[in-house]
């Protein structure tokens, strides 16, 4: 379901910004090898920052852009197996060369700074938490700052999306409303208890409106 098709919007193509009013912008940084992350959150919106070797990424997206989706990723530098490979080879056929040669068997230099090299490939990994996004997708160092990051998201997110769309309206039909009670609670943005208490309520309404009709009609026979 769009969120544009959901929201209270007077002014339509666009939807409404969220007002909220709050301390400063929280800053939470990140650090591991070469990657770096910095996330400025704000009250409506927040900004975020990935830096790489090499490169540099910054997005501003406000918190209803996230998924509720979660994918993880994890990365390591290619250039250190590739090279601990190959010293690995030319350690062996160093080896074979010389017990060939001499009978005895040596480990050349070789092939313990492939070893070394290979190592490094293998325990100098990042794991990352991916947030898909409309725009980009928020990448997040996996550590306990990274579940930091990711517990002030989805609050915030929940908390937006409870702003704009939570709400029941007497003019709108019940199954477009039910629909999106039924979103929000999907979204996180709603627990079972939250979903349960507004489709009693949107039952309730629907009721009486029912019942207002009814009672007119039977008015207007007399």
Sequence with gaps: M??????????????PAAVLEGAEPRVITQKRFSTR??????????????????????????????????????????WWRNVGMLWMLIGVVSAVIVYTGEHKLRL???????????????????????????????????????AEVIR???????AQLRQRFDYLAADEHPEQQRRRIEWLGKQGALDANEVSARLLQLNAMAGAHALAAERREQDGDE
């Design 108 to 146: 050349p230099i070789w092939l313990w700074l492939g070893m070394i090299s290979y190592g490094v490939y293998y325990f100098k990994v990042i794991r990352y938490q991916i947030i898909p996004a409309e725009r980009c997708n928020v990448v997040i160092i996996d550590d306990a700052t990274g």
């Design 37 to 78: 992350t910095r996330f400025e959150l704000g009250d409506s919106d927040f900004a975020y920052r990935l830096d790489t070797e090499g490169s540099s990424r910054t997005y501003r997206l406000e918190y209803a852009e996230l998924s509720s989706d979660r994918e993880t990723l994890v990365e390591r530098n290619a």
């Design 2 to 15: 769009e969120l544009s098709a959901m929201a209270r919007n007077d002014n339509p193509g666009r939807l």
């Design 152 to 158: 002030e998201l989805e609050s915030r997110r929940a």
